[in-house]
């Protein structure tokens, strides 16, 4: 609730797979333990409790129908309680098992079914990679019913130094979770880089210090902040991230080219160039990546279309820089009609004019006179045959 009232959303992780699967004492002390197929353990004693009747590796699986359907019970009864609250995010777990692929599309849609009925409010609902590092984030890709994913690194899959862009499924958006990527990274570039190739940068804090986090963490959630105040002053459903060269000098672009719209970013220092769609007049400003309140330069130009423009390197910058670009107005190149007149007695007709034309447009028009008539010639034309 005082998340709420702060406009802050929660997310809510229905099940837990890396403590389980690389700590095995914890295993012992997991409430899916206390199932023995048929009761639970009444915590008054243990004589219908055994531990080896539910095996770790039966967890988040579908091997045994009747554990599945207490797992289904134990989530539903989490959906119920948080049904009054819109603020909640779901995720199905973190890191579960190589093996848990199958169990986590029955858990997606379990809950969507569950969702589907009068009454219930309609959680968003994610799915995350595998046990780190992963080996495979396609299964998310076919998970048509999840809401959001969260992919993982891999030897196929960068996400760190150059990150990847990930071909998610349209209105699907992707998380890049430092948890599966390295949980001990602590990075300014790292949140601009992921943000630049389309995704929505998360930090794992750090759990292990006493009574806070390391300072150096802080430089991150700054640059998290930054690239939030960026995608609220741009229309992100508009942006396609891109990786060439010819479109941003530094590979790092976010560009829509239907309202040239363009993001730049540049880790180090150094001139950013990018490549405008459409003619016309635009403005860009420069910001500093760790304060895009702070502007470093701004300005107008006059582009063609297809245009590449430069911007000059900030001196003595060390936080990198991120340049947005856009078109304030659009240049209309005048249009002219075309007239052809007929002249004499005969009859017949003139083919292939289509105007109107734009300013050193050719047109090539043909007389095709009627059987009776004879043409005789142009005039006031540039050039005929």
Not at 315 to 337: E, F, Q, R, W
Not at 354 to 382: E, R
């Amino acid at each position: 609730m005082q998340a709420k009232e702060r406009n802050l959303y929660v997310g809510v992780m229905l099940f837990e797979g890396w403590w389980t699967y690389n700590y095995q004492e914890i295993w012992g002390s997991n409430w899916s333990t206390w199932w023995n197929g048929t009761s639970w353990w009444n915590g008054n004693n243990n004589t219908n409790w055994t531990a080896s009747t539910v095996a770790v590796t039966d967890l988040h699986t579908l091997n045994k129908s009747a554990y599945v359907a207490v797992q289904k019970a134990y989530a539903t009864k989490v959906l119920e309680t948080l049904n009054d609250l819109d603020n909640v995010v779901y995720e199905i777990g973190n890191e579960l098992n190589g093996n848990s692929e199958s169990f986590t599309t029955e858990m997606v849609n379990h809950i969507k079914t569950w969702q589907a009925q009068p009454g219930h409010t309609k959680h968003l609902v994610g799915v995350s990679t595998t046990q780190y590092p992963a080996t495979n984030n396609s299964f998310m890709l076919n998970l048509a019913k999840a809401d959001w994913i969260s992919p993982g690194q891999h030897s196929g899959m960068n996400l760190l130094d150059n990150p990847v862009i990930y071909n998610a499924p349209t209105g699907k958006p992707s998380f890049a979770d430092t948890d599966h990527i390295n949980p001990t990274l602590s990075s300014k570039i790292w949140p601009w880089k992921v943000f630049m190739r389309g995704y929505n940068p998360i930090l794992m804090d750090n759990w292990n210090e006493e009574g806070g986090t390391p300072a150096t963490l802080e430089t991150t959630r700054v640059a998290m902040g930054q690239t939030l105040k960026i995608a609220n002053r741009v229309k992100m459903e508009n942006m396609t991230p891109s990786t060439s060269t010819s479109d941003c000098s530094t590979g790092y672009c976010l560009k829509d080219t239907t309202n040239d719209e363009y993001i730049v970013y540049n880790p180090s220092v150094g001139s950013v160039t990018v490549k405008v769609s459409g003619a016309g007049s635009y403005t860009y400003n420069i910001y500093d990546s760790q304060n895009v309140d702070k502007v470093l330069g701004s300005g107008t130009f006059t582009a063609t279309a297809g245009m590449s423009k430069s911007f000059a390197t900030v001196s003595g910058l060390l936080n990198g820089v991120v340049v947005h670009v856009k078109k304030t107005n659009v240049i209309v190149d005048p249009t002219y009609t075309l007239t052809v007149n007929t002249a004499g007695t005969g009859t017949g007709v003139i083919t292939g004019n289509n105007s109107p034309y734009t300013s050193g447009s050719t047109a090539t028009l043909t007389a095709v006179p009627s059987s009776t008539s004879t043409f005789a010639g142009w005039t006031g034309c540039t050039f005929s045959s």
